[in-house]
Each structure stands twice: as C-alpha cells, then as structure tokens.
C-alpha cells in the first residue's frame, strides 16, 4: 500500500489530454508548475494573501498623503510657472481651492524645492545680499549708491513680508543726495506697497508699525513721511492718523471696559447666557483751552509815596506875647493886596504862598487762570441691561440692587446726563441648524476607512474565496483520482502475465514500458521495473530530472 502511495501523483489523464493549441506552448510552464501538489497545496494561502493584498491597495490607494504647502505668498504667474515644472519633473501638486496654495507631498517638499531652483524659480525679487554680491567691480559712485538702496528696499520688502497678513511687499524710498551747495535739505521719504491676503487686513497698529520700521531703517526720515497702501490702491497710513478712527477707537475703548465691568459683575451672579449688556458712550474728542486774567476790587498795597511842600512870600514874625488860647489859632488866609506892598509894621503877620504835591504808586492784585480741556473727555454714558426671565422673575428690590451695581460698575452722574435701563423678559431659545453629515470633518474620512473595508470584503468574496473553492475541488478531483488509479494498479498487478512473456517472468525493460498499449499498462511495468530494480529506477529518474534542468 505505501508503493501505491508513492505513486499517487501521477496525473491518469495526461495521456487522454489533448495537444494544447500553439499559444498555449508559452504558458505551459506555468499550467505545469501550477499543477505541481506543492503549488496546489498553497493555492488557500495564496488566495489569501492576494485579497489582503488588493485591500491594502485599495486602501493605500483611497489614502491621500499630506500635503505641504510649496512657497508662501507666490504671485499667479509664479504659481504657472511652478505648476509647469513640477509637472515636467514628475511631481505631483494640487492647488488649495480655498487659499490657492500650492501643495506638494510632504516627503516630496525638498527635492520639489531642488528641482524649482535648479530652473530658477520662483522668480521672487532679490534680497539684497545677492544684489550687493552682483554688483560689477569698478562701478561708478551713483551705481553703487543706487544699487545699495535698491538693496535696503529689498531686505525691507522681505522683513514686512513676514507678517502674516502681508502677501507680498514692495518698498520705494526717495532720499536726495547730500549736497554742500545746498542750504536746506529736504527729508527722505518713503512709499510702501503691500499685497495682502485674501480677507485679511492690516490693523492701525500694524500700519504704525511698519511705518516706524522705514523710517528707523533709513537715516534722517520721519515715520511721518511714510505711505503704506493696499493692493486696492486704499492709503493705509491715513487711516492711522485720521481724528475720526482716533475717536472712534477712543470711543470702542471706553465702551469695552464698561463692557468688561459689568460681564466681571454679573457673570457670577447670573450666569452665562443669562443677560446681555450693550454699552454707549458719548466721547468729547474737542480739545479747547481759556486763560482768564481779573484784577481784584479790594486787593491793593501803597507801595511807595512821594511828598513835596513849597512855601513862598515873607515868614510869620516871632510869637511875643504870653501865649494863649488865640495865640494857637492858625493863621489866617492870604490875601494879595491890589496897590504895592507897604513896609510891614512891626509886629504885624506879612502875606505868605504854600504849595504841596503827593505822589502816591499803589500794587494791585492781579490773577490768571488758564484752562485746558483735553481730548477723550467722557460727556454721557447710556447702558442698557437685558436679564432672562426664568420660572420666577427677579423682585423689584432684586432690580434696584442691580441697578445700583450697574451705576456703581459705570461712575453714574446724574448731572452728566447718564442713563442706565434694566429689563427682563424670557430669552428666546434660537435651535442652531445643525450642518449637514457630510460637511462634518469626520465624514470623508470614515466614508474612505468604509470603502477601503468593502473593497476588502469585496476581493475576499470574489476572488479570495473562488480560489479556495477551486483550490479545495482540485484536491478533492485529485485525490478521486487517486483512489481510482490505486484500484487500476491493484487490478492491473494482478493481471501482470497477460502483457507478454517478459512479464510474465518477471524481466520488464524499458522497451516494454514504452511499448505498453495504455497508460495504465504503462504505470503498472514501471511499478514492476520499480520492484524489481530500484537503483536502476533512481538512476532513471534522476537522469531525466538533469535533463528536464538543462531543458
């Protein structure tokens, strides 16, 4: 029985197969080598291994790879030139629908990159190190002092562009030559150029900013002497300085601290969502200033006093006489005679003239008040307080305790004009409308990991698992085979001296062999010739597997 085994692959239908056309001579080493038991064995294993195969490249293939944006901030024509090139290069590249970005695979950014270079693109402007390094020995003075400025504009135009919202930046700078013939010099001036983002915008600050960048870059220039404009042509450096954005970023300010104190201070006691607050403030950006000059009515001091007396005409006689009550009487009036003078008598008073000047300089007081009003002064504030109303309405002493909060959180003046109003009413609940399934971030990639899973499943089911089939029919088709050629062989043993004398003695040749009539005479002289000789038998088969080697 183990000799019946050993024999069990020989193929009983090989000879009764009919002659393959001549196209199918090519593929017979490979119907030959899949026919091999070894190969049929591992046909399940292969089927296998090939659907799990398929699924993976399903799934690899469904799997995009990152992207890495290329170069930030290209121009149109730049991003034309650099889409050509990567496609001449065998690249592949996509350009975000939404920013425009040119992206590349992650793993392929440097050698992009190298390959852009190689063709001198992107066609970006020079920084000024590379424009310095280009300039020609032997220049003249005026090459070289325009080559330095266009030098400084450069590296000013690629330190702008490194804020966010700046795409792209050009700077011109005007700045007269020095000159000992000229008396008064005129100041460097400045022009910025700036493409900015899509949506995005420079704020005020930024604007002062850059502005102050120029002008400290370039000696002898005020930050007021630089322009910055937009793409769309809109002066950016005005709006920085205009009275009304200053007031009305004054007035945004007041308005958002308020804002902020009352959030601090109903925030904890009404919680989130349970009030709104909307703050107006009436700003005074008028600046004006009084001075004020008065002289008080009683505030005056002698500061000096100057008296002359004069008395003309003859003196007044010597007091005789026992002196009394009459003679202390003053002296009575002069009087200018009419005829000529006469001798006086002795004893008699003659004629006297007296004449006394005053002169009196007095300080007085004096007071200057000078008023100044600045600008920002706050002239009214209005607020206005919405509370939700819930199952139970706040009280009115609840409204009043809020209220004075309120006044308290603002600076309430009633002689300002201030106004505070609180209200509660039930807030309406607004449903927000929830987006569609498919615009949720998750939903692309579950719907890709759903059909890398069902291209699995797919190639399992009608490819994986036909192959088993098959593979398992054929085992069973040849181990039907098998049994039947065991029963031939036994019955053709058995029937051994009918095929000719030489048999029938037990001397089988190969001559027999292929003489044989049928295949299944033909297996049963070789089990014989087998039995009877096995060295010569391995001899035998070992030749014609050198031979089927070399062939």
């Known amino acids: ?141 005026a090459i070289e002092g325009e080559t330095l400025r266009s030098a400084r504009e450069a590296d000013l135009s690629r330190t702008i562009e490194t804020i966010d919202a700046v795409r792209n930046a050009r700077v011109h700078i005007a700045a007269a030559e020095p000159s000992l013939f000229v008396r ?46 937009d793409q769309r042509g809109a002066l950016l450096s005005d709006t920085a300085t205009s009275s009304d954005m200053k007031a009305f970023q004054l007035q945004t300010q007041v308005e958002d601290r308020f804002r902020r104190a009352l959030d601090t201070l109903l925030g904890p006691m009404l919680g989130a969502g349970n009030y709104t607050v909307e703050v107006h403030a009436d700003v005074d950006m008028s600046e004006s200033q009084a001075t004020r000059e008065s002289f008080p009515e009683n505030d005056r001091a002698l500061r000096s006093e100057e008296i002359s007396r004069q008395i003309s005409g003859q003196g007044t006689p010597p007091a005789v006489g026992i002196p009394g009550a009459l003679a202390n009487q003053p002296p009575q009036a002069t009087t200018i005679a009419a005829a000529a003078p006469e001798p006086a008598a002795a004893g008699v008073a003659t004629e006297t003239q007296s004449n006394e000047n005053s002169a009196r300089a007095y300080e007085v007081g004096r007071e200057i008040s000078v008023t100044h009003q600045p600008q920002g002064r706050l002239r009214r504030v209005s607020v206005a307080v919405a509370l939700n109303q819930g199952k139970k309405a706040l009280t009115q002493a609840d409204m009043t305790k809020i209220d004075g909060l309120v006044k308290g959180a603002i600076g309430f003046d009633a002689a300002r004009g201030d106004m505070v109003a609180i209200s509660q009413r039930p807030f309406v609940k607004i449903e927000e409308e929830a987006p569609a ?100 038998a391995a001899l035998v088969v070992r030749q014609l597997m050198q031979e089927g080697a070399r062939g």
Not at 443 to 459: E, R
Request: net charge negative; hydrophobic share 50%; no cysteine.
């Open 437 to 536: 399934i498919y615009d949720e971030p998750w939903f692309m990639p579950v719907v890709t990991q759903a059909g890398a899973i069902l291209a699995a499943l797919l190639a399992f089911l009608f490819i994986g698992r036909p192959l088993i089939r098959a593979a398992k029919n054929r085992a069973a088709e040849r181990a039907e085979r098998n049994a039947e050629l065991e029963e031939s062989l036994l019955a053709a043993t058995e029937a051994r001296p009918a095929l000719g004398s030489d048999a029938a003695n037990g001397a089988i040749t190969l001559e027999m062999i292929e003489a044989a009539p049928s295949y299944e005479d033909r297996a049963n002289l070789v089990r014989a010739f087998v039995r009877q000789d096995s060295a010569r």
């Open 1 to 141: 029985m183990a000799e019946t085994q050993a024999l069990s692959p020989i193929d009983p239908s090989a000879a009764n197969r009919l002659p393959a056309p001549a196209l199918g001579d090519r593929f017979a080493p490979f119907a030959q080598f899949a026919r091999q038991p070894a190969v049929q064995r591992a046909l399940p294993a292969i089927a296998t291994s090939t659907a799990i195969g398929i699924a993976a490249l399903a799934w690899f293939m469904t799997q995009s790879a990152p992207q890495t944006q290329l170069f930030a901030g290209l121009e149109d024509s730049d991003k034309a030139a650099v889409a050509d090139a990567l496609q001449g290069a065998g690249i592949a590249h996509s350009i975000d629908p939404a920013t425009g970005a040119l992206t590349v695979d992650a793993d392929k950014l440097h050698q992009a990159r190298i390959a852009l270079a190689g063709q001198g693109l992107p066609k970006a402007q020079p920084s000024g190190d590379s424009l310095i390094a280009a300039l020609p020995m032997g220049s003249s003075r």
């Open 184 to 229: 008064e010099d005129k100041p460097a001036t400045a022009s910025v150029m700036l493409t900015l983002m899509n949506g995005r915008s420079l704020s005020d600050g930024q604007v002062q900013a850059i502005r102050f960048l120029v002008a400290s870059s370039v000696p002898g220039m005020n930050a007021d002497q630089v322009s910055v404009i």
